[in-house]
């Protein structure tokens, strides 16, 4: 009976790939999590909301406009809609994704959705797309989600607890760039997906103005278009 | 009270969060089938974050800040070349960090 719920070896070994392919990004998702603890205290909400909102919410961009929202006494459905509308970058991925996903069953992708972070999608997707078919693939997504997950309340935690004595002269807000820098390169491997970070940065820079973040969309989607438009300059090209 | 009101805004903020992600997964059998539609999804990592990292970079409390004065430009740029070399998580991370400190040590 217990068998069907223990990972056999293609799954065990699925997740802990996974694992792996997080585990460098904590180097820059930590200290993340003790500044995000550290900017919702001062924001005014209570230390045990700040640590119940890494789970509830789980989403540090989401989080951190939660913080400042609810310390400016913002009513909530101005919150709600704003941190949806922060959000919707997180749609681009459950549509990359969703492909890959479309045969499991209703548990997997509730749970699969609810960990679906810049962090893990980022580091699951090479494996969906240039790795082997396989039935136990979904456990290489868990394991990046699920590593980032517990990695992210605990060190929100750390930040409620220890986070105020981190002198800010440390910059340590920097290392969420630098994460996302490391993904950037190690997502690029063609000439087209240069020149869609290219374009897509441009973009973010002349409609930074934007209410409510809405460049990032605006920004990502040159960016893909521009992708698609440009394939033909990848070395190679034998797109259909 | 004020602690009810704040359970329910931060549910009500982390369930928006969830329906958003689970989207497309929910809903695959609507997204385009075609192969041009699959190629634009290639694109969504390069493409969003080169978005979230550009304005980190070269803007400043939203203007740009293009001066030399802008240490996170260059231990950016340290951290890409480093990235770009070495196509290593944890060297990325930790030389964009260190040139950050460094510089913030000599300016």
């Known amino acids: 009976m217990s068998v069907v719920f223990e990972p056999g070896p293609d799954r065990l070994s699925e997740f802990l790939a996974g694992v792996r392919a997080e585990a460098p990004l904590l180097l820059g998702v930590v200290p993340f999590g003790l500044i995000y603890g550290v900017m919702g205290l001062s924001a005014g909400m209570p230390g045990w909301a700040v640590v119940l909102s890494s789970s509830l919410i789980f989403g540090g961009s989401s989080q951190i406009v939660f913080a400042q929202l609810w310390g400016a006494a913002t009513p909530g459905a101005v919150t709600v809609g704003t941190v949806g509308v922060v959000n919707l970058r997180h749609a681009l991925y459950s549509a990359a994704i969703a492909r890959y996903l479309k045969d499991l069953p209703w548990r997997w992708k509730l749970l699969l959705a609810y960990l679906l972070t810049d962090e893990a999608f980022v580091a699951a997707m090479p494996r969906f797309r240039d790795g082997p078919t396989s039935a136990a693939r979904h456990w290489f997504l868990f394991g990046t989600g699920i590593t980032l997950w517990a990695v992210w309340q605990l060190a929100t935690l750390g930040g409620v607890l220890i986070g105020a004595a981190i002198p800010p002269g440390w910059s340590l807000d920097f290392s969420v760039a630098l994460t996302f820098i490391a993904l950037l390169v190690l997502s690029v491997s063609r000439r087209s997906e240069l020149l869609a970070a290219f374009i897509a940065a441009g973009v973010a820079l002349a409609a930074f103005g934007l209410p409510h973040k809405l460049w990032i969309l605006l920004a990502a989607g040159a960016g893909m278009l521009a992708g698609v438009l440009l394939r033909r300059f990848d070395r190679g090209s034998a797109h259909e | ?107």
């Open chain 2, 1 to 107: 009270m004020s602690e009810w009101r704040i359970v329910l805004a931060m549910a009500a903020c982390g369930l928006i969060t969830f329906l958003i992600r689970l989207s497309f997964i929910a809903g695959a059998r609507w997204l385009p089938n075609n192969p041009r539609f699959q190629a634009l999804l290639r694109y969504v990592p390069p493409a969003v974050l080169a978005a979230l990292i550009a304005p980190e970079l070269f803007m400043r409390e939203g203007e740009f800040a293009l001066g030399l004065d802008n240490l996170r430009l260059f231990a950016g740029l340290a951290a890409i070349a480093v990235a770009v070399y070495l196509r290593n998580v944890l060297a990325t991370i930790a030389a964009g960090m260190l040139v950050l400190w460094l510089l913030q040590w000599l300016v």
